[in-house]
């Protein structure tokens, strides 16, 4: 499914002032970035605009600010000399968004250079898609560039608003993103295992519904695991569970059986008297969970069953962790499935959140075939939903 939007390729930007909205919304402690993932994917669009003699005004949110005004820790400033490191091009950096000196910054930029303004998320608004700032922003550019993947899904002023007022076409991050995204679903290589995790089976639904209609083999970990345990009358002690979706799972194992689609559970789990870093792993049974204990992250012979199934894949898509990865005595199971994917001989696309954040930490991103940069945005591709940003951008001829 080729992506039916017009891109960066299908203008002339030569001398134009070109409104970029990336995705910059990285960690930042101390004023010192953690994260460069997202600036460095940036860097194909920004550079291939800087080499067409373009003038690149860049504008990005960070954070959850107040929206009542300047705050030093969501600053972009940091981000912007981030940035100029790593591309080693001319870039500038303006303490304003929608101001005088904003657009007094943008007037002053010449051909072949960089302009990053303040976070657009300082001013309320933009979350709101007031028209006000989307015609600000527009009145920077002569043409809307969006790159910004991770917030493609968001009907907010800087993401959609300047669509409504200037051409508008894609970057080649969000044109790659789509097509990477749209593509293993629509012609998987087979057999094609998908692989859930995270707390919650209602934020993950849609997905898990999905991964139904097109997957051979649908891998659950996390604490979602425990609400399907409860559909197959187990019981689940203290675990993280949804009462009101025990139905709803119960009918999913029905689908998926149905459909001849495999789905497998953990056998086995890390069990705690506690949630807290210092909590000292147990392994239960699946059908022997004790009533004091949860259930913090899927057990050795899980690992095992789930590492044999990724093994013989061709196409893996994984999103979310097996457990509470963020503490070391619980990120074992997100480990051994994420070596599991580096060591298979497939096509292994990360959805985005968490699971970015497992493969960072294991150290294993350079054995992804595709890591999305967008958590909520891939979720809705997957799901087959239109993304916001996406539709607002001019159609392919």
């Known amino acids: 499914m080729a992506f039916t939007k017009k891109t960066v390729r299908d203008i002339d930007v030569d001398g134009k002032r070109v409104l970029v909205r990336v995705d910059f919304n990285v960690p930042i402690k101390d004023g010192v970035v953690g994260d ?164 919650k089976v209602s934020s993950k639904i849609g997905v898990l519904d999905h991964l139904i209609d097109s997957a051979d083999t649908l891998i659950i970990g996390g604490g979602m695991a425990y609400t399907f345990f409860l559909a197959q009358g187990l019981s689940v002690g203290n675990s993280l569970k949804e009462e009101d979706w025990v139905e709803r799972a119960g009918e999913m194992l029905k689908k998926a059986e149905e459909k001849g689609v495999k789905i497998l559970l953990p056998v086995d789990n890390r069990v705690a008297d506690h949630f807290g870093e210092d909590a000292v792993p147990e392994v239960v049974s699946s059908d022997s969970i004790p009533d004091d204990r949860e259930g913090m992250d899927i057990g050795p012979k899980t690992e095992e069953l789930y590492a044999e199934a990724i093994k013989g894949a061709k196409t893996v898509f994984w999103n979310g962790p097996m457990g509470v990865f963020e503490f070391d005595n ?46 909520g945005a891939s979720m809705e591709l997957v799901e087959g939903k239109a993304l916001p940003g996406v539709e607002a951008l001019n159609d392919a001829e």
């Open 36 to 199: 460069t993932t997202r600036i460095k994917a940036a860097l194909p669009t920004i550079n291939y605009l800087v080499e067409h003699n373009a003038r690149v005004i860049l504008m990005s949110h960070l954070g959850r600010p107040d929206g009542t005004g300047f705050q030093a820790e969501f600053s972009l400033e940091p981000v912007a000399a981030k940035l100029a490191e790593l591309s080693g091009l001319d870039v500038s950096f303006v303490a304003d968004t929608y101001g005088e000196k904003a657009a007094e910054a943008v007037a002053a930029v010449e051909p072949g250079k960089v302009l990053v303004l303040e976070n657009v998320r300082f001013d309320k608004r933009e979350k709101k898609n007031d028209p006000e700032i989307a015609k600000t922003l527009a009145s920077y550019g002569d043409v809307f560039v969006l790159d910004a993947f991770g917030t493609a899904h968001r009907a907010q002023g800087s993401v959609v608003g300047p669509a409504a007022y200037l051409p508008a076409v894609a970057g080649f991050l969000l044109e790659k993103e789509v097509d990477t995204l749209t593509g293993i679903f629509a012609e998987p290589e087979r057999p094609f295992v998908a692989i859930v995790g995270g707390s």
């Open 330 to 375: 619980f990120a074992h199971g997100t480990e051994a499935v994420c070596r599991a994917v580096a060591d298979a001989d497939c096509t292994s696309i990360i959805g985005g959140g968490d699971s970015v954040a497992a493969v960072n930490k294991f150290n294993l991103a350079d054995k992804m075939s595709w890591i999305s940069t967008g958590g």
